[in-house]
């Protein structure tokens, strides 16, 4: 594999258990027997099956040919996590904030599988922004399997997914990309950040004038 900056490699550096070594993380590809750090998610890299330990993700540079590696966010100051870190019974952040709200429907559905990522020993909840993204989260696959799921909308930009118990409403994607989540209506401008800028963009929209409009259909 080729590396990101010119250190060399030692059997004492290859599958080391700190992160940093190399910084696209290629020090913790195929790392068995217990080495390197905890176990993180199996994959194709550079066209051969292979693993990536929790060291290796969240490092900028996608060594998965499907990105499951980089879906990574930073959940508060100095906690970046994978989002198959959040809700998973584990609190990684200081805070806690990564093991809260996990009961919220809103964004949580009962639904469960086991998440590719992580220790893959648990069925854990899937997030509702999950579903039929494009992105393969659990083991199995069922969160991509429309078969499984009432499909919602009538286009790329709008598609998304939600249990056959439930009806199709109107959400809301907090950023442009289908993997940013998507939250009820009811929770903009709530007085909570949900998507992490609504608040700020809520009090500009407050202090403007309303505009009435009318649309006109011509028969």
Same mark, same amino acid.
């Given at each position: ?49 292979? !693993? ?27 906690? !970046? ?5 959040? /809700? ?9 904030? $990564?093991?809260?709200? /996990?009961?919220? !429907? ?6 469960? /599988? ?18 039929? $993204?494009?992105?393969? %989260?659990?083991?199995?696959?069922? %969160?991509? %399997? ?33 993997? $940013? ?39």
């Amino acid at each position: 594999y080729s590396i990101v900056h010119t250190r060399n490699l030692t059997p004492h550096t290859v599958c080391s258990p700190y992160r940093g070594i190399c910084l696209n993380g290629y020090d913790q590809v195929n790392c068995t027997g217990g080495t390197g750090g905890l176990p993180g998610v199996t994959c194709s890299i550079e066209g051969y099956p292979s !693993t990536l330990t929790e060291l290796g993700l969240c490092t900028g540079y996608p060594l998965c040919g499907d990105g499951i590696d980089e879906l990574c966010s930073e959940v508060e100051t100095g906690c !970046t996590l994978h989002r198959h870190f959040m /809700c998973d019974t584990r609190e990684q952040c200081t805070s806690g904030i $990564d093991e809260q709200g /996990c009961n919220d !429907t809103r964004t949580w559905l009962n639904e469960t /599988c086991v998440r590719r990522v992580g220790l893959g020993n648990e069925s854990l909840p899937l997030q509702r922004s999950w579903l039929c $993204d494009g992105v393969r %989260d659990c083991v199995d696959g069922s %969160d991509e %399997d429309p078969t499984r799921w009432r499909i919602c909308g009538s286009n790329e930009t709008r598609v998304r997914c939600v249990p056959d118990t439930e009806s199709c409403t109107e959400l809301y994607r907090c950023g442009p990309s289908p993997y $940013d989540p998507l939250i009820n209506m009811e929770q903009l401008c709530d007085g909570v950040e949900s998507c992490g800028n609504e608040l700020e963009i809520c009090s500009v929209a407050a202090s403007r004038p309303l505009v009435q409009t009318r649309v006109i259909h011509r028969g």
